[in-house]
């Protein structure tokens, strides 16, 4: 398959205060692929993330998506492509769950029209996706971290994007609905085409999930290739400085880390 670039960085930069978080980022994001950003905390996961979802924007190099200069873009016509699993979500008191994943309709609405048959439809059909929909009716503040969690996946599904940005999307996930959301977004990239991003500290995960890593350290591109190429015990030990052993999984065939304690 002919690689195209969905997103294009060359030489972003970011920082908040004075220090700078993010340095000389080089990276192309091939249309269809997953891509798992790695890194300790602090490394500057989440904000390279807010940058590709255009909720931070860079302060020096170009970010380009397909032709387009990131920045350049309407918000509106990005909210239909580019939907973003945020780490945190602010609690609304007053919306139910339907209501919170009928929000992941808005850029579809035509001026102050209310929501439609059809955008009901679709948010039931991401609520039943993700299993949530028998807490369509009960307050989003109420629901645990994981069906917090599972609801805002559900609104960025209803959004129907073709770029999907998450950033640790498991926490608060038990076993089983961790599992549900890997061959989740292993189904949206392989059988929707969706172009998937997708911050995690969970290196084994990463490892048999994504095409391609991106290691970050301190800001800075550690290491960028496919697992097996990215996950090293060297490679590891110089970036979270510890002891790993690597192997492969006995059944996918990717890398398999285990931590070797001091
Ligand atoms: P990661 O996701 O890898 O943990 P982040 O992108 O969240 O890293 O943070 C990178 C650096 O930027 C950290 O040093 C963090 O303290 C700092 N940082 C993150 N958000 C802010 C903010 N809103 N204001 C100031 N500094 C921030």
Partial sequence: MKSEAMYTLKGVGFRYGREWVLKNIDLTIERGEILGIIGPNGSGKTSLLKILGRHLNPLEGELWLESKRLSTIPLLA??????????????????????????????????????????????????????????????????????????????????????????????????????QIYSLLGELNRDEKMTIVVVSHDLNMASQLCRRLLLLKEGRMAGLGTPWEVLTEKGIEAVYHCRTLIDSHPTTGKPRLTMVPD
């Fill in 78 to 179: 990005l909210a239909r492509r580019v939907s973003t699993v945020p780490q945190e979500h602010p609690v609304v008191f007053s919306y139910t769950a339907l209501e919170m994943v009928l929000m992941g309709r808005y850029p579809y609405l035509k001026g102050w029209a209310f929501e439609s048959a059809g955008d009901h439809r679709i948010a039931r059909a991401a609520m039943e996706r993700m299993g949530v929909e028998r807490f369509s009716d009960r307050l989003f503040a109420e629901l645990s971290g994981g069906e917090k969690q599972r609801v805002i996946i559900a609104r960025a599904l209803a959004q129907q994007p073709q770029i999907l940005l998450l950033d640790e999307p498991a926490t608060f996930l038990d076993l089983h609905h961790q599992s």
